[in-house]
Nanobody, 123 residues
């Protein structure tokens, strides 16, 4: 059974950092493109970052460039999103998703979704 479980969210002050984890089971993270999305209250789900299955190439939304880093650990079958310089506008539920394609895309189309983890940036 394919499953994605996010963790690592929480409350952080502006300028702080968090590392989100997306633990996969039922498949290997190098066989699917893995993407991180987020959804703030009243807003549409938006792509944040993704990593392709074939060559591990990474992509970032403009809002994430220079602040977020996506990576994967195939031994742990886990994809991470390291977030730094967090701002209140980063507050959202963060989801990871598995896309059955080699090259990932930052659109909310995926075969499998996790349940999400809340990130709140506030002083």
């Amino acid at each position: 059974q394919v499953q994605l479980v996010e963790s690592g969210g929480g409350l952080v002050q502006p300028g702080g950092s968090l590392r989100l984890s997306c633990a996969a089971s039922g498949f290997s993270v190098d066989h699917y493109a893995i993407a991180w999305f987020r959804q703030a209250p009243g807003k549409e789900r938006e792509g944040v970052s993704c990593i392709s299955s074939s060559d591990g190439s990474t992509f970032y939304a403009d809002s994430a460039k220079g602040r977020f880093t996506i990576s994967r650990d195939m031994a742990k079958n886990t994809v991470y999103l390291q977030m730094s310089s967090l701002q209140p506008e980063d507050t959202a539920i963060y989801y990871c998703a598995a896309q059955a394609r080699e090259l990932c895309v930052l659109v909310p189309l995926a075969e499998h979704w996790g349940q999400g983890t809340q990130v709140t940036v506030s002083s």
